[in-house]
């Protein structure tokens, strides 16, 4: 595969396709988004909310979660706040999200297929490492977005003039639906 996107990008960069895309580095609309890593949403996600490239700071994860008030995700986020001029945030999860039931007991099991040993598992433990809550998932969505939603909202780092939203969108017809 990199064979491939290596080749692309030779021509990619050779045709000056990138000219296209010229921006900078801060959002147009002064938002930026915390949504899932899921495929279906790389080119549905920014067309359903009427966004070109510049616009906006996108932060993607698993499940689109702040699963931590002091984890990469909110780092991004202030980041954007305090560096980019964001004043708006959206935290957009999606229907039939594939992190939604993932089970840590399972997910271990196969990292133990794949090689992975207990002792590593243990020593992770040992240190503070809670996999229940590190890699399960959510089992309703409309609370996972409120939750990640307050988490922002309620930081101490983050001013009370920055918006912040909750919305599902549709991962086949793009349609948003506002979680308040």
């Given at each position: 595969m990199i064979n491939e996107i290596l080749k692309y990008n030779k021509a990619f960069v050779e045709n000056k396709e990138y000219e296209k895309y010229i921006t900078s580095k801060y959002p147009n609309k002064k938002v930026a988004i915390v949504s899932c890593m899921d495929t279906r949403l790389t080119e549905l996600l920014p067309a359903a909310l009427g966004l070109k490239n510049g616009d906006a700071k996108i932060i993607k994860n698993a499940g689109g979660i702040i699963s931590h008030p002091f984890g990469?995700?909110?780092?991004?986020?202030?980041?954007?706040?305090?560096?980019?001029?964001?004043?708006?945030?959206?935290?957009?999860?999606?229907?039939?999200?594939?992190?939604?039931?993932?089970?840590?007991?399972?997910?271990?099991?196969?990292?133990k297929a794949q090689g992975i040993v207990q002792k590593d598992i243990d020593l992770l433990q040992y240190y503070g490492i809670?996999?229940?809550?590190?890699?399960?998932g959510f089992i309703d969505l409309d609370v996972s977005i409120k939750k990640s939603v307050e988490i922002?909202?309620?930081?101490?780092?983050?001013?009370?003039?920055?918006?912040?939203?909750?919305?599902?969108?549709?991962?086949?017809?793009?349609?948003?639906?506002?979680?308040?």
């Open positions: 990469s995700a909110m780092r991004s986020l202030l980041i954007g706040i305090y560096e980019l001029d964001v004043q708006e945030i959206l935290v957009v999860g999606h229907t039939d999200c594939g992190a939604r039931h993932t089970d840590s007991k399972k997910m271990l099991e196969k990292m809670n996999f229940d809550s590190w890699l399960s922002i909202r309620k930081h101490p780092l983050v001013p009370e003039s920055v918006m912040v939203y909750g919305l599902i969108i549709d991962s086949v017809t793009g349609e948003l639906q506002r979680i308040d």
